[in-house]
């Protein structure tokens, strides 16, 4: 396990303005839908939209992405506008997936939602498998393994409990971890590859 700190931000001005028609549709959602906290509505920016940008130096461009729990778009969505990738989400919603079918289209980004619960979910596995605070590690890795390409990895946006759970997933689970200091205070981005079952 290495130690990092995540990259500084900074994205092109294009995609400032895509990701701000995003945040103003999420706003104007979330007052019909519970997308995101109401006490987290003046914090949309750091929060979360800029929490998810962390992990654009991990991607390459265009990259296919598989993103579980993908929610009010975070990270999943995120990521389909600052790295131009193909994002699948996963999100059994409905209410939560037309949001981001719609967020998809007024962006303008390559994404297409499959509502379903996570483990219903059949799709060709994926170089890059993404989850923002969806479950413990344990459960989240049942769900990324048959997701995630062999040679793959995952990038997981996790909070303060990430040690505690790397040590419950560990019995169970051979995978190699960079554990990456977010800027989100109390926040770890976990990147994990090489992971096969014990």
Request: overall charge neutral.
């Amino acid at each position: 396990m290495t130690a990092s700190i995540a990259a500084p931000l900074d994205v092109s001005r294009e995609t400032r303005e895509r990701l701000n028609c995003f945040a103003d549709l999420l706003l104007r959602w979330t007052a019909r839908i519970n997308l995101i906290s109401p006490r987290d509505v003046p914090h949309l920016w750091p929060r979360h939209i800029e929490d998810c940008l962390q992990l654009v130096p991990y991607v390459e461009r265009g990259a296919r992405i598989t993103d579980l729990g993908s929610g009010g778009g975070f990270p999943g969505l995120i990521l389909a506008i600052a790295a131009d990738a193909d994002v699948t989400m996963v999100e059994s919603d409905h209410r939560k997936a037309a949001f981001l079918r719609e967020a998809g289209r007024a962006t303008g980004c390559r994404s297409r939602v499959i509502v379903d619960r996570i483990e219903n979910v059949l799709l060709d596995p994926a170089p890059i498998v993404t989850a923002r605070a969806l479950a413990p590690l344990p459960r989240l890795l049942d769900w990324t393994y048959p997701l995630l390409a062999p040679d793959g990895y995952a990038l997981f946006l996790k909070g303060k409990q990430a040690p505690d759970e790397l040590t419950d997933a560990t019995p169970g689970w051979h995978m190699s971890v960079d554990q990456i200091t977010s800027r989100t205070p109390g926040g770890l981005i976990l990147k994990i590859s090489d992971l096969r079952r014990v």
